[in-house]
């Protein structure tokens, strides 16, 4: 599939439902939380959401203090909710509409959640998490080739 198919896909989902009426969607980011607290990040480590749409793991790591978090995401309209639900808080985060199979990092992160599941660098798909059909994978090969998530190996 393109990447102007993808996008076209993600923008039709984002613009005709709402946040709550997709399968992966969580009203807390717990369980992403929770592993990126045991890989002891601060509030100075460079995080990306990829894939990160408008999950509620940006609200969570801004309301923690997290300063270095960057949302990537295909559909533009995905990120503009999340945008719209944070407020003030948006200017505090770097927002990026690309293809994460095409797109080259300006820097290394130190922990990324491919496909809106977080994943250690090199390590398996945690048990008992879902995702959203047709990007966990393709996202996660594309962070392990550009050793995005160094951090985490």
């Keep these: 599939?393109?990447?102007?198919?993808?996008?076209?896909?993600?923008?039709?989902?984002?613009?005709?439902?709402?946040?709550?009426?997709?399968?992966?969607?969580?009203?807390?980011p717990a369980p992403s939380l929770e592993l990126i607290a045991r890989r002891g990040a601060t509030p100075m480590s460079a995080i990306i959401d990829i894939g990160g749409g408008a999950s509620r793991l940006v609200d969570a790591l801004v309301a923690k203090g997290f300063q270095a978090v960057t949302?990537?995401?295909?559909s533009e309209a995905a990120l503009t909710a999340a945008r719209n639900r944070l407020g003030d808080w948006a200017a505090q985060v770097r927002w990026i509409?690309?293809?994460?199979?095409?797109?080259?990092?300006p820097e290394e992160y130190a922990l990324a959640r491919p496909g809106g599941i977080p994943f250690p660098h090199g390590g398996a798909r945690p048990s008992g998490l879902r995702r959203a059909p047709d990007t966990g994978l393709e996202a996660r090969r594309?962070?392990?080739?550009?050793h995005i998530c160094a951090g985490w190996s």
């Design 71 to 74: 949302v990537l995401d295909l």
């Design 142 to 146: 594309a962070c392990d080739r550009r």
């Design 1 to 28: 599939m393109s990447t102007d198919s993808r996008q076209a896909h993600w923008q039709t989902v984002y613009t005709s439902k709402a946040e709550n009426e997709v399968s992966w969607y969580q009203e807390s």
């Design 97 to 105: 509409v690309a293809d994460v199979t095409t797109w080259e990092p």
